[in-house]
DNA sequence: TACGTGTGTTACCGTTCAGTAACATGAATC
DNA sequence: GATTCATGTTACTGAACGGTAACACACGTA
C-alpha cells in the first residue's frame, strides 16, 4: 500500500503526449466526487463508473485508491496557489491591495463552488491514520498559507507582521470552514472584506 | 434506520436512577474515540470492546450507531454551552473581558486535549448525507455561536455590531481549524487572544 | 497477417462493518 | 426456589469496498 508506482506503462506515444484519456476522466472525476461526497464516501466502482469506465481500467491508471487521494490534493494545492497568485498578480508592489484581493476572491468563491469547505481540511478529518501521506500535503499547505500572510503583512509595514499575518489566516480559515456550516449565502463570511479592511487599518498605524 | 428509540427499558429501577452502566460506559469511550478516531473509523465493535464490554449490549443500549452519533454531538453540544457560560461568568456586566476569557480559554483548551479540531465540524465533514439529523446539530451550534458573538459585540458598544460579531465568529473557527492541521503548540491559534484585543480597540471606537 | 497495446467485461477474493438471533449466566426480587 | 432482567457469548447475515485474475475486443502498426 502506498509505494510509487513510477508508471506501469513506460514509453508508450500516448503517454508523453498526454497520459491516458482514460485516466484523465478518471482523474478528473474523482476530484469532483472527492470535493463533493468526502473521500471515504466515493469507492473506485463510483469514480470509474461516473467516468464512463470501470474498476480495471481504474487500476490500470492508479496503483491504489490511496495514490489517487494523494494526487488529488496535490491538484487542489496546485490549483491554489495558481488562483492566488493570480489574485494577487494585479496589485503587484501594493500588498494591502494583495490582501484585499485575496479576501474578496475567496468571497467570490464561496459564492460559487466552494459549498464544501476547505478540501484539505476536509482530507484531515477524513485521513486519521498519521503516517497517510495525505496528512503531509495539508500540513504544507497551511504552513505555506500562514507565511504568504505574514509575508505580505510585512510587505505592507506591519509593526507585528506575525500577528497580522496570522489574523489574516484566521480569518481565511474560518471563512473556509464557514462555507461548511452555515447555509452559505449569508455566513459570516461575507463580512470578512470589511473584517480584514478593518484589520489592516488597526495594523498599519 | 434514524428512528427515535423511546427507550427499548422502559421501567426498571436502574433506569430511572442512572440509566444503565454498560449503557454510560458505553456511550463515554464512544465519545473519546469519536472525537480522537473520528465517526466513520471508529466501527460498533470497537466501541464495544473498548468499553469492556460487546456488540450485542451496544445495541441494547442503543437502536443504531447513527442514533449513537447524534448523541454523542448532542453531548458535545451541552458540554460547549456549559463551557461558554462558565467562561464568561466571572465577567458579568463587562462584555469585553467576556469576549478576551472566551479566547483565552479557547486557546488554553487548544494547549490541552482539543488537538483534533471541532468536532461539529468533523461531524460536518464525514457525515456528507444532506438528511442525517446529525447535521442539524452542528447547523444549530453554528447560528448559536454567531448569534452569542453578535450579542456581545452589541452589549459592548459596536457600533457594526454584527460585523464584529462575524470577526469573533470567523476568528474562534479559524482557531477550531488551527488546532488540526497545523502542529500544535505554536499555531496561528497563540496570537488569537492579541487579535481579538485589537479588534476590540478597533470596533469599538 | 501478426502483433502489441489500451480498454472493456465478468467474476472473483478477503476484509470490514452494521445489525440480528439464540442461548447462557448471574444477581436481585418475589 | 422460581422468576426476571441485564449482560455476556457465539455465530451468523448481507452489503460495501479495495483489489486481482482471466479473457475478449478493437485498433494501429510493422
Redesign the pocket.
Known amino acids: 500500500?502506498m509505494n510509487k508506482p513510477e508508471a506501469t506503462?513506460s514509453g508508450?506515444k500516448?503517454?508523453e503526449v498526454g497520459k491516458?484519456?482514460?485516466?484523465d476522466r478518471i482523474f478528473d472525476t474523482a476530484c469532483e466526487l472527492f470535493y463533493e461526497h468526502g473521500i471515504r464516501?466515493v469507492?473506485?466502482?463510483?469514480i470509474a463508473n461516473a467516468a464512463?469506465?470501470?474498476?480495471?481500467?481504474f487500476?490500470?491508471?492508479f496503483p491504489?485508491?490511496?495514490d489517487l487521494v494523494l494526487e488529488y490534493l496535490r491538484e487542489h494545492e496546485r490549483a491554489h496557489w495558481e488562483w492566488w497568485d493570480a489574485t494577487i498578480a494585479p496589485h503587484h508592489g501594493a500588498p494591502e491591495k494583495q490582501i484585499m484581493a485575496l479576501f474578496e476572491g475567496q468571497l467570490a468563491k464561496s459564492r460559487k463552488k466552494d459549498k464544501h469547505g476547505c478540501a484539505f481540511l476536509n482530507a484531515m478529518v477524513e485521513i486519521r491514520e498519521t503516517e497517510h501521506p495525505a496528512r503531509e500535503v495539508v500540513y504544507a499547505y497551511k504552513a505555506e498559507t500562514r507565511r504568504r500572510f505574514r509575508k505580505l503583512a510585512k510587505e505592507a509595514g506591519a509593526q507585528t507582521p506575525d500577528v497580522l499575518g496570522d489574523a489574516l489566516t484566521l480569518i481565511a480559515s474560518g471563512n473556509a470552514m464557514s462555507s461548511i456550516s452555515f447555509s452559505c449565502q449569508d455566513g459570516p463570511v461575507v463580512n470578512s472584506p470589511k473584517i480584514v479592511k478593518k484589520l489592516l487599518e488597526a495594523y498599519l498605524q
Chains 1, 2 share one sequence.
Open positions: 500500500m506503462v508508450n500516448s503517454c491516458s484519456k482514460v485516466r464516501c469507492g473506485v466502482d463510483a464512463g469506465t470501470n474498476k480495471m481500467s487500476y490500470r491508471s491504489s485508491k490511496d
